[in-house]
């Protein structure tokens, strides 16, 4: 049974039992400082002999990934094919780990229960969709976007309104404002699972007489059910609009998504191993995604110098790789002398470019070409590395 602690009573048996020094310390779990606040009358006076009771300070760093819905399984394969790969001893288990880093605890939750956590300091670091992390994080500053594009999760958070009868001309958000049908007493009436955003993006836009109601799935329903004249949802294909007869409007979406690392500034600041963990983290993530459609192309080319090849291969515009061409001299043996007269060289193209680049290659004497898939590129610096350590002022 959950027992439920009182706050005051509490500080009264530890006062300030947690040395200052500690790193992150807390009395005790913010999640049961959530639930003495919330129901001060259903509180319990936690005994002083009860003091040890108290489940010990955590050390491990906690990563919290989506349990379920169309987040979980693309989550644990970029993780994978990051070599990152979390051992689940079983799919109804919510507690994991990943290998290769140590000292790490992964927990399966639902994504908006991560964002929550992160809030509480109950999770350090998380993967969900920056839609739910703008939701359910409510402009809190502990929350840090380390990597804002995993390049999964794609939608967009966008209001919509019925192709039909009022609204058959109406096709922007200023029209939708401008309709003399709204009124104090008969307000434009939206429905969404979005309370926090889906109210900030309309008061912004300066809509007046706007009334909200939630819901938690099948919105698009709403308007040809009566019970809404419009919708604040995640879109994706835009199928489910199309098929229940609504549509978008300009100047209507409120977020772009797709799924984000996101960590608590105050985790990273002050609880040991969170930094270094993310910094890996966000590495294998940058290295993988930086590589994804991206091939390595291997061929050899004749020439008289490293130069001249170069020269040749840099006055191709799809041939300038990452960082230009690596060229090496190919040696051979004639007449028992060891000659030069190819060129091996390197270059790294996006795969949608291959074949112009091959085109390329080969008009200037490249053959041989092999292409093989690259899984990382791993840059000198990582630029979100930098940001992330001028946010937190180090
Ligand atoms: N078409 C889409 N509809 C909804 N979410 C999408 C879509 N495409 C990508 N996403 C991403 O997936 C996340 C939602 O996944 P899902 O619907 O499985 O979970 P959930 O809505 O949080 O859970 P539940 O619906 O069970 O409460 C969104 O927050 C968003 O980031
Ligand atoms: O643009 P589309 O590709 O059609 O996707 C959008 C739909 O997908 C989501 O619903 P979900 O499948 O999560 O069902 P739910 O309404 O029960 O949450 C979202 O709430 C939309 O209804
Ligand atoms: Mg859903």
């Not at 819905?69 to 693309?74: L, P």
């Not at 995993?150 to 919509?160: F, N, Q, T």
């Not at 309309?202 to 329903?221: I, P």
């Not at 229940?244 to 500034?265: H, M, P, T, Y």
């Amino acid at each position: 049974m959950a027992a439920f602690y009182d706050l005051a009573a509490f500080y009264q048996v530890r006062p300030s039992s947690s040395s200052p020094s500690r790193p992150f310390s807390r009395p005790f779990p913010s999640s049961l400082a959530c639930r003495a606040t919330a129901s001060p009358s259903s509180t319990v006076v936690l005994p002083a002999g009860d003091v040890e009771a108290l489940p010990p300070e955590r050390t491990a760093v906690r990563l919290g990934l989506p349990s379920k819905g169309r987040m979980a399984d693309e989550t644990l394969s970029l993780l994978k094919n990051c070599q990152l790969s979390v051992r689940q001893v079983n799919p109804r288990q919510y507690i994991a780990d990943i290998p290769q880093l140590s000292n790490l605890e992964v927990w399966f939750q639902r994504p908006k229960d991560i964002v929550r956590k992160l809030r509480s300091g109950d999770l350090d670091i998380g993967i969900v969709g920056f839609d739910t992390v703008s939701e359910y994080g409510e402009g809190n500053e502990d929350l840090i976007i380390v990597h804002e594009a995993l390049e999964y999760g794609a939608c967009r958070l966008s209001l919509a309104i019925p192709k039909y009868g009022i609204f058959e001309n109406i096709n922007s958000l200023h029209e939708l404002a401008e309709m003399p049908q709204w009124t104090k007493e008969r307000p434009l009436r939206i429905v969404t699972g979005f309370s926090y955003l889906g109210p900030k993006f309309l008061k912004e836009r300066g809509l007046e007489h706007v009334s909200f109601s939630t819901a938690d799935g099948a919105l698009e329903a709403a308007p040809a059910m009566g019970i809404a004249d419009a919708i604040v949802d995640l879109v994706s294909s835009g199928t489910t609009l199309r098929e229940n007869d609504l549509k978008e409007i300009e100047g209507g979406v409120v977020l772009e998504s797709q799924a984000v690392l996101v960590a608590s500034r105050r985790s990273l600041n002050t609880r040991q191993g969170v930094l270094e963990i993310t910094h890996e983290i966000l590495e294998r993530l940058e290295a993988h995604l930086r590589a994804t459609g991206q091939v390595t192309v291997v061929a050899n080319m004749r020439g008289n110098s490293a130069e001249e090849v170069a020269e040749r291969i840099l006055s191709q515009t799809s041939l300038s790789g990452l960082q230009g061409p690596t060229i090496s001299p190919v040696y051979c043996k004639r007449d028992g002398k060891i000659v030069v007269e190819y060129y091996a060289i390197v270059i790294c193209v996006p795969q949608k470019a291959l074949y112009k680049s091959v085109k390329q290659l080969r008009s200037i004497g490249g053959s041989g070409v092999l292409v093989s898939d690259l899984t990382y590129i791993f840059e000198e610096e990582t630029p979100r590395w930098r940001k992330l350590l001028s946010q937190l002022g180090l």
